[in-house]
């Protein structure tokens, strides 16, 4: 059974997200995240794998 957010309607098929599943700070897509701390200034990003690797390779993230 699919767990809904409480802010879908049951009856799209379209858009429903799961409950764990947030929206990612550089892309906008909603996937399950983590958060991390950016190394210039401490900015806290909550970010999924794809995007991770890529800011990795340019910055230093430190999870939280």
């Known amino acids: 059974m699919l767990k809904l957010a409480f802010w879908k309607k049951k ?3 379209l858009n429903v997200r799961d409950i764990k ?3 990612c700070s550089r892309c906008g897509q909603f996937k399950h995240i983590a958060f ?3 190394e210039y200034g401490g900015g806290v990003k909550g ?3 794809e ?4 800011i990795e390779k ?3 993230l430190y999870p939280i």
């Open 11 to 13: 009856n799209l098929g």
């Open 21 to 23: 599943s947030q929206k």
């Open 36 to 38: 991390y701390a950016d």
């Open 47 to 49: 970010l999924c794998t």
């Open 51 to 54: 995007c991770r690797k890529e």
């Open 58 to 60: 340019t910055r230093e």
